[in-house]
Nanobody, 118 residues
């Protein structure tokens, strides 16, 4: 199983970016997919998740109302639409998946850099 994240880049404050995460391999046992981020010198933090069967989503307070996570079951893709970006959103963004019956995120993508200039 692999997760391939893309869509990062350098933007200005207030701009938008759309990250995508494509899952390949055995994904039928995925319960949930999520995005985390890690800024330089800080711990990795949760950004948003989506439960693949129900579509239920959750967001960190810091991104609520600005970011939207969505899934496309047809091509095993999870997207993160990021609007009204702040410089503090600068980080490496990682997509991850949690399998049915598991409590931890065990599958991680390689990360994509998002840099927001002021």
């Amino acid at each position: 199983v692999q997760l391939q994240a893309s869509g990062g880049g350098l933007v200005q404050a207030g701009d938008s970016l759309r990250l995508s995460c494509v899952a390949s391999g055995r994904t039928s046992n995925f319960l949930e997919m999520a995005w985390f981020r890690q800024a330089s010198g800080k711990e990795r933090e949760f950004v948003a998740n989506v439960f693949l069967r129900s579509g239920t989503t959750n967001y960190a307070d810091s991104v609520k109302g600005r970011f939207t996570i969505s899934r496309d079951s047809a091509d095993n893709t999870v997207n993160l639409q990021m609007n009204s970006l702040y410089p503090e959103d600068t980080a490496v963004y990682y997509c991850t998946a949690r399998r049915l019956g598991r409590s931890a995120y065990e599958v991680w993508g390689q990360g994509t850099q998002v840099t927001v200039s002021s």
